[in-house]
């Protein structure tokens, strides 16, 4: 199962907004609702941001949003925030029954 | 609010077993709509899905080819934790190993929750 593809990184000054994209296959990202997105910050543990495509958890800001679209889903971050710069990875349920995470995404608040 | 607490060793010496136990606290290892998963994370892999165990009126095992037949996950009701054991590790399995639970509903399914994590180092 190859992971899917994230750039390596993006960049954004505080309060604009950043997309940053998971590019799958049919047999992750574009055939399962099951997409997730985790933010980590250095030395810490991922922590969920996204679930099933587009639902926050609970206590994560409503500037966080995401959407697929095909094989292809998005992370949206706007009004950005020197407190979001972290790495950030996408999560799909794949069609062997496992979990599989892209590559990560470096994001850098100028 | 579900916590889960990892322990074990740092340092394993190559073609030995990795252990590594998560003691969950605010939910139960027996829950059917949960599973408990083990993902490792190291800067040639990155995020690696590794395996989990869960309850259906049964116990069930899944785990990443790249493990198969290296790979045990072994739940413990009567301590609500689980562990992980890798056997044959070379350095190659030097990671931040994480627990982690799922939770699985009919038409949603993420993981939700992390451990602190466990950087293990196999060297001689």
């Known amino acids: 199962q190859s992971a899917p593809t994230q750039s390596a990184s993006v960049s954004g000054s505080p309060g604009q907004s950043i997309t940053i994209s998971c590019t799958g296959t049919?047999?992750?990202?574009?055939?399962?609702?099951?997409v997730s997105w985790y933010q980590q910050h250095p030395g810490k543990a991922p922590k969920l941001m996204i679930y099933?495509?587009?639902n926050r958890p609970s206590g994560i800001s409503n500037r966080f949003s995401a959407s697929k679209s095909g094989n292809t889903a998005s992370l949206t971050i706007s009004g950005l925030q020197a407190e979001d710069e972290a790495d950030y990875y996408c999560?799909?349920?794949?069609?062997?029954?496992?979990?599989?995470f892209g590559a990560g995404t470096k994001l850098t608040v100028l | 609010q579900v916590q889960l607490q990892q322990s074990g060793p740092g340092l394993v010496k190559p073609s030995q077993t990795l252990s590594l136990t998560c003691a969950i606290s605010g939910d139960s290892v027996s829950r059917t709509t949960a599973a408990w998963n083990w993902i490792r994370q190291s800067p040639s892999r990155g995020l690696e899905w590794l395996g989990r165990t869960y309850y259906r009126s049964k116990w069930y095992n899944d785990s990443v080819l790249s493990v198969k037949g290296r790979l045990t996950i072994d739940p413990d009701t009567s301590k609500n934790q689980f562990s992980l054991h890798l056997n044959s590790v070379t350095p190659e399995d030097t990671a931040v190993y994480y627990c982690?639970?799922?939770?699985?509903?009919?038409?949603?399914?993420?993981?939700?929750?992390w451990g602190q994590g466990t950087l293990v180092t196999v060297s001689s």
């Open positions: 049919s047999s992750d990202v574009g055939g399962y609702d099951y």
């Open positions: 099933d495509v587009s």
């Open positions: 999560s799909s349920y794949t069609s062997s029954g496992t979990w599989v």
């Open positions: 982690a639970r799922e939770v699985s509903y009919s038409s949603s399914s993420y993981v939700d929750v």
